[in-house]
T-cell receptor, first 115, second 113 residues
Framework: KAGVTQTPRYLIKTRGQQVTLSCSPISGHRSVSWYQQTPGQGLQFLFEYFSETQRNKGNFPGRFSGRQFSNSRSEMNVSTLELGDSALYLC??????????????FGQGTRLTVV | GNSVTQMEGPVTLSEEAFLTINCTYTATGYPSLFWYVQYPGEGLQLLLKATKADDKGSNKGFEATYRKETTSFHLEKGSVQVSDSAVYFCALTGGGATNKLIFGTGTLLAVQP
């Protein structure tokens, strides 16, 4: 079956702009989580959506937002980009039961560079 | 809060050497524990997991045992290959209705022929 698809793979944006990243989870998966990966901070949890509702949120400023559609596809948006937002953004999909008993499948990520 | 502490890298080994990457955790309740692997230019792949104390996860020759008494989940492999070169992440979920993963800092493994 198809894996997790993230688009685009690469993005270059200018400070102050906004950006939208997209994630299509594995068919049948209802949970989508987003992570930011940087050399300095490692992998940090942004938020999790389940059945179109944000179920959990990490410690990021309000410039980072997301949503999930009825087909489970998810988008995340970053407004007023800063240089420090340059990172690999990873999306993970799961069946959604939670509790750690289900596997999270990751996409290849979107590499965002802010100049 | 919950956290994962992972052995600093990089770890450089010769092919067929024994591998250990240390991982300890702090968590309330009964977390599930995971090892993920990231190859260059790729996302993360689940390598193995354990959901309760004394469980042993294993996959592709890698093993890790959930030790509640030492709050550890060390990754081991008896004989590494060049193809095992990657970054390895230890992670946990804290339970409840969430799939949120808390990751360690990652350990870069380089295996030389």
């Amino acid at each position: 079956k198809a894996g997790v698809t993230q688009t685009p793979r690469y993005l270059i944006k200018t400070r102050g702009q906004q950006v939208t990243l997209s994630c299509s989870p594995i068919s049948g998966h209802r949970s989508v989580s987003w992570y930011q990966q940087t050399p300095g901070q490692g992998l940090q949890f942004l938020f999790e959506y389940f059945s179109e509702t944000q179920r959990n949120k990490g410690n990021f400023p309000g410039r980072f937002s997301g949503r999930q559609f009825s087909n489970s596809r998810s988008e995340m948006n970053v407004s007023t980009l800063e240089l420090g937002d340059s990172a690999l953004y990873l999306c993970a999909s799961s069946l959604g039961h939670g509790g750690g008993d289900t596997e999270a499948f990751f996409g290849q990520g979107t590499r965002l560079t802010v100049v | 809060g919950n956290s994962v502490t992972q052995m600093e890298g990089p770890v450089t080994l010769s092919e067929e050497a024994f591998l250990t990457i240390n991982c300890t955790y702090t968590a309330t309740g009964y977390p599930s524990l995971f090892w993920y692997v990231q190859y260059p230019g790729e996302g993360l792949q689940l390598l193995l997991k354990a959901t309760k104390a004394d469980d042993k996860g294993s996959n592709k020759g890698f093993e890790a045992t959930y030790r509640k008494e030492t709050t550890s989940f060390h990754l081991e492999k008896g004989s590494v290959q060049v193809s095992d070169s990657a970054v390895y992440f230890c992670a946990l979920t804290g339970g409840g209705a969430t799939n949120k993963l808390i990751f360690g800092t990652g350990t870069l493994l380089a295996v030389q022929p």
